[in-house]
């Protein structure tokens, strides 16, 4: 009898233990700090912020404005003023970059029609708001790669070294054994290059 006791004991401390949540995963722990903070007006918690998902932030743009990188910098900024302003605190790392992504999808909007222009970009619509949902920015960040792919390696990894690894047109031409001025040639080209095929893969073009 007691060995029974003591068995269905174990069981149900067992059950216990497996009905209690998780301890939040360090991402998620992060997130919630750096939301905290900014919530709070710190400055080294907000600075943090935009190390973290200033690059992100910008793939997502870059691919929503088909392209246009200076539009897609502008909604960066104009998405981490609106953080500093209104912010509030999360529950998940999830949480925290689908509220910034829906942030910089109305910026983009605003952007468009600021400069005189329909938005031409993929709709979200459906972007989700809650943690346990799709990566919003998932089948875009797809497209930018489907179209750095089909660019020549030097131009594809000339936009990568500017754009997304922030290095100087100095520092790319040392690596690609070539000028700075050809540089600046070769970026002007591959952004062309780049808003073209983003356009047709966005618009389902063949």
Not at 68 to 78: F, G, L, M, T
Not at 102 to 107: K, L, S, T
Not at 140 to 153: F, K, N, Q, R, T
Request: hydrophobic share 45%; charged share 30%.
């Amino acid at each position: 009898m007691g060995v029974a006791l003591h068995e269905q004991a174990l069981r149900s401390a067992a059950m216990d233990a497996a009905s209690e949540p998780s301890p939040p995963s360090n991402a998620d722990a992060q997130a919630c700090r750096l939301a905290a903070g900014v919530a709070r007006g710190d400055e080294v918690a907000f600075r943090e912020l935009y190390d973290r998902y200033h690059q992100r932030l910008f793939r997502l743009a870059v691919v929503l404005s088909r392209g246009d990188e200076a539009i897609a910098h502008d909604v960066v900024q104009s998405t981490m003023v609106k953080a500093a302003a209104k912010l509030r605190p999360v529950k998940t790392e999830e949480h925290l970059w689908h509220w910034l992504a829906r942030v910089a999808h109305q910026q983009l909007v605003k952007e468009w029609r600021h400069r005189g222009r329909e938005p031409i970009m993929v709709g979200l619509a459906g972007l989700p708001e809650t943690a346990n949902m799709v990566e919003p920015d998932a089948v875009l960040d797809e497209s930018l790669d489907a179209a750095l792919l089909v660019l020549e390696e030097a131009d594809r990894k000339t936009i990568e070294w500017f754009y997304f690894d922030g290095l100087s047109h100095k520092e790319i031409a040392e690596r690609l054994e070539t000028t700075p001025k050809a540089v600046s040639s070769r970026l002007e080209r591959a952004r062309a290059r780049l808003r073209s095929l983003l356009t047709r893969i966005l618009s389902h073009e063949t």
